[in-house]
């Protein structure tokens, strides 16, 4: 169970409005970036939050991984996004694949600004 | 987009073996804690892994709320458990539920062991 959970929560981000409303489009391109990234989807879950009087609703889209999971979360009135890519590295060490995972959904969304962090988990022995 | 994420590794888990492995249940369970808490789901997958040499697969289960999301991925070979709680704090600081419902869902598992962390979300301005 030891693994790699990167997260990145963006700020101001410069891309089209489709990626942070359209949550078909958002599970889409998260397959995509899943398999260019030599990961495994292993299933994809999607919900539209309802439009407010700021407009419309944002996103959450998740795919399960054979290797862990990824999970976006849209805030399109405040143009905001946070992502999170967890991968264990059973069968193999898949930490540049997450960071490549990561660093493919960063541009989708070009922030301007973003915060990263790195979080090994289940290091210490049972 | 402002919020709290806490992880837990859960490594020794001394529960019965069905909560490791039987996805139906651990779906059931996570519903019911995320409820408790006072949290709201809006929506559910859980995908159960197939049998290896080493015994029967894991499981991993996700639960979209309203306020973000709840992970768990299961290693029935390790006994270990991998817990993500996310929570916005759009509409209200939401962070005491998110303690609930990780403490909830940690004595599910009875772990002798773990390794916790809390990590803030969204912090600096756009």
């Avoid at 540049?96 to 790195?118: D, G, T, W, Y």
Wanted: hydrophobic content about 40%.
């Amino acid at each position: 169970m030891h693994g790699l959970h990167l997260t990145a929560d963006l700020h101001d981000c410069q891309c089209g409005p489709q990626w942070l409303i359209d949550g078909p489009a958002l599970g889409a391109v998260c397959i995509k970036a899943v398999s260019a990234a030599g990961l495994q989807a292993v299933g994809k879950i999607v919900h539209s939050f309802p439009a407010t009087p700021q407009g419309p609703g944002g996103v959450t889209a998740t795919v399960l991984l054979a290797e862990s999971h990824l999970c976006i979360h849209t805030w399109p009135e405040q143009r905001g996004v946070t992502l999170d890519v967890y991968v264990c590295n059973f069968g193999g060490d898949h930490s540049a694949k997450a960071h490549a995972l990561m660093e493919c959904l960063i541009s989708v969304f070009q922030p301007r600004h973003s915060e990263r962090n790195e979080l090994r988990r289940g290091q210490i022995a049972a």
